[in-house]
């Protein structure tokens, strides 16, 4: 491949080799430059001489794909949960199924305008959609319980309930959608690095929870309308073990909720001790944000290990490729080691 160099040496799994590395430039795809790397190393190795083989033995697209897969995992047991959480308060499937249509369709959208926008799927974009769901499902199950309240109370049809709440609860929906798209738009707009690698994650927020009120004014009271109806229970049938898991569950909230409003009307009467209590909260985080290390990202398991040797003035590159030689041996013993990788003559 070229002239021997006397003034450093790699070795590859304790054999001769040599290193190149590829620096991605600034606003650059890893995933794609890992592709293209990969096609024309294999584009080349036809070429190459009986018994050099060549190997990559660190690329940023390994570790980015393994997390995202266990973001989009995540995503999808937040589904699944949030959709039981759902079944088991509002026990009815018609009901649950409200909610479980108002997530994919927010979804969706967002993916949409992320398209326009020239965003990618990416930790931070997934991770923003795994928030949104929490926000998705609390704007439909807003719309599905205040509909059930006056299908209830009022014993109103399902459309005459939906047009009744609706001119109760549009308000509220349209002010909590502004107050939370304002808590995060304008971290998209801070300058800055930080700026830079927040931006797709506050938009890709913001967008969602904007789609999320628009099903909730839109889509959900319009599937509120057409999937409810009246539940009428008769007391002689014999419960199913649905009916009586339901009945147990009911009774031990009820209990629940007795012992808050407990609690609730002591505070009202005693409203030092609440705000003794908001004093202590205070104190305690502030003092807690002192002491909190701080940093710009969390470190995190990259799939690699580097050691650096420094070896006396004077050293010659023989003896310093004897000592990589001898930490190849300790090494070599790790179980879950894949390459080894030595490098001798750079500072």
């Keep these: 491949f070229g002239a021997y160099s006397y003034s450093n040496f790699t070795r590859v799994n304790g054999k001769p080799g040599i290193n190149i590395a590829v620096m991605q430039l600034a606003g650059s795809n890893s995933n794609e430059i890992q592709i293209a790397i990969d096609k024309m190393m294999q584009k080349a190795a036809k070429d190459f001489p009986k018994g050099v083989k060549h ?10 794909d393994i997390s995202i897969d266990q973001v989009k995992h995540t995503l999808i047991e937040a589904f699944i949960l949030v959709f039981i959480v759902v079944f088991l308060f509002l026990q009815d499937f018609r009901s649950t199924l409200i909610p479980a249509i108002a997530v994919p369709v927010a979804i969706i959208g967002t993916f949409f305008f992320m398209q326009v926008f020239g965003f990618s799927i990416n930790l931070l974009t997934l991770f923003a959609l795994v928030l ?19 299908m209830e109370h009022k014993h109103l049809p399902a459309k005459a309930a939906t ?13 909590i959608t502004l107050v939370m798209s304002a808590v995060f738009l304008p ?24 789609i999320s009120a628009v099903n909730a004014l839109t889509l959900s009271p319009a599937l509120t309308a057409l999937f409810l109806k009246e539940n009428h229970v008769n007391i002689n049938e ?33 409203k030092w001790v609440a705000i003794a209590g908001l004093a202590v909260v205070i104190v305690s985080t502030a003092i807690l944000v002192k002491r909190t290390p ?26 310093t490729t004897e000592v990589i030689k001898e930490l190849e041996v300790k090494l070599g013993d790790l179980e879950s080691k ?10």
């Excluded at 047009?163 to 002010?175: K, W, Y």
């Excluded at 339901?246 to 002591?266: I, M, P, Q």
């Design 55 to 64: 190997l990559i033995l660190y690329n940023t697209k390994n570790s980015l």
């Design 238 to 270: 014999k419960k199913t073990f649905k009916e009586k898991f339901f009945v147990g569950f009911n009774t031990g909230f009820e209990t629940l909720t007795s012992k808050y409003l407990g609690s609730l009307r002591f505070l009202i009467r005693y």
């Design 163 to 175: 047009i009744s709440a609706m001119s109760e609860i549009t308000g509220a929906i349209i002010s």
């Design 132 to 150: 949104a769901i929490g926000i998705v499902v609390d704007d439909a199950i807003v719309v599905v319980e205040a509909v059930h309240a006056k």
């Design 338 to 347: 894949k390459t080894l990788m030595g490098l001798s003559g750079f500072n």
């Design 294 to 319: 701080s940093g710009f990202i969390p470190s995190e398991d990259q799939g690699f290990i580097a050691i650096s040797l420094s070896m006396p003035a004077g050293a010659s590159l023989d003896r």
């Design 187 to 210: 971290v998209g707009f801070m300058e800055g690095s930080t700026g830079v690698f927040y931006r797709q994650f506050a938009f890709t927020l913001a967008i969602a929870i904007v």
